[in-house]
């Protein structure tokens, strides 16, 4: 069996045209992939910079707790001071009053 030159030439026309669409498909589904890709990306980086964000307003809670707790030793510490001085100053003349 021989093939024709008018058949031989509508083959070669037909094989060009699916190799034409087969690279029209493997290109789309690349960039599909690639499209993909970038989306998780996005998707990814926005996900990391909420973490972070909710992460802030945590670590400012403690540290205002320690500034709390720093304070509150601060103000114990000036109470004592005050009283050690007061006992300083009176030291065994400690004079009570009570009335009935």
């Known amino acids: 069996m021989t093939i024709r030159a008018v058949d031989l ?3 070669v026309q037909k ?3 699916v190799m034409k669409n087969q690279q029209q498909e ?3 589904t690349r960039l599909l992939m690639h499209q993909q890709a970038q989306q998780l990306q996005k998707k990814e980086q926005i996900a990391n910079h909420q973490i972070t964000n909710l992460q802030k307003p945590d670590k400012s809670s403690i ?3 320690k500034e709390r707790k720093n304070k509150r030793e601060s103000s114990g510490e ?6 050690e001085q007061m006992a300083k100053e009176h ?3 400690s004079i009570i009053d009570i009335l009935i």
Do not use: L, M, W
């Open 63 to 65: 540290y205002k707790e």
């Open 91 to 93: 030291d065994g003349d």
């Open 78 to 83: 000036e109470r004592k001071n005050k009283k």
């Open 15 to 17: 094989a060009t045209e």
């Open 26 to 28: 493997n290109s789309k």
């Open 9 to 11: 030439q509508i083959v």
